[in-house]
């Protein structure tokens, strides 16, 4: 090789060098560019969705504990509507006493007992907007009408009348006390279990009968009779009010 050759080559491979230099410099920051810009883009595309998913997260766990609150809050109230309830069987229904106290009350005020008499009727009313128990019951002498303020037991009207036995002079007439077991038998009562709450020789249209009203406890039996004959001319029952069936 020639000097003027050699010269020349040794001018060129310094320029190649510094422009291949010059070429890793340029092209490595363009690199580290593109790279931070693929780990910027790849940050910022996870950071939405870790957000996303991190209030769901929450939104669960707040639904969770509402619910254990309701829960808890229905099982409170269930608790507290099972002990009014209780209370309220205790005391009766709105404050109102049973039958059976509204009857002692009214017994209580004649000097009787539930053996001595045969109920005829207790019933719940409603009388002027108060409430009210009707009692009706009769002993072997008298018949009784009580009016009981069902909420304070207060005796609210009383009523005494004796029993109605009166018979007339009316010539062949059988026996009073046949005339109550003709109407005992057509109730289908025993006698001894019957009560006698009217009994009433009449003229009615001309012809003697006896108007007879009995009781079994749980119902009203109304028997009208010949008087003569003893024949049934008009029979009814009705079942009391209040009694058990």
Do not use: W
């Amino acid at each position: 090789m020639g000097k003027n050759q050699s010269a020349s080559l040794h001018r060129t491979l310094p320029t190649l060098a510094l422009s291949a230099l010059l070429g890793v410099v340029v092209m490595t920051p363009a690199a580290g560019c593109a790279s931070g810009a693929d780990n910027s883009g790849s940050t910022g595309g996870n950071a939405p969705a870790e957000a996303q998913q991190k209030p769901a997260s929450d939104q669960q766990q707040d639904s969770a504990s509402a619910t254990d609150q309701n829960t808890q809050e229905r099982a409170a109230t269930g608790a507290d509507d099972k002990s009014m309830k209780d209370a309220g069987n205790a005391q009766g229904a709105d404050g109102i006493m049973s039958q059976d106290e509204a009857l002692d009350v009214a017994l209580a005020e004649v000097g009787l007992t539930a053996a001595d008499v045969t109920v005829t009727k207790n019933a719940l009313e409603v009388d002027d907007g108060i409430e009210t128990y009707d009692i009706e019951f009769a002993s072997q002498t008298d018949q009784f009408d009580f009016t009981i303020n069902a909420k304070t037991g207060a005796v609210l009207e009383r009523k005494v009348e004796a029993v109605s036995t009166t018979s007339g002079n009316v010539a062949d007439a059988i026996p009073e006390d046949e005339a109550k077991t003709i109407a005992a038998e057509r109730a289908g009562v025993p006698e001894g279990s019957a009560t006698f709450t009217e009994v009433k020789l009449e003229q009615d249209d001309g012809v003697a009968v006896y108007d007879i009203t009995l009781t079994d406890g749980t119902t009203k039996y109304e028997c009208t009779l010949d008087a003569k004959s003893g024949q049934v001319i008009d029979f009814s029952s009705e079942a009391i009010q209040g009694s058990a069936s």
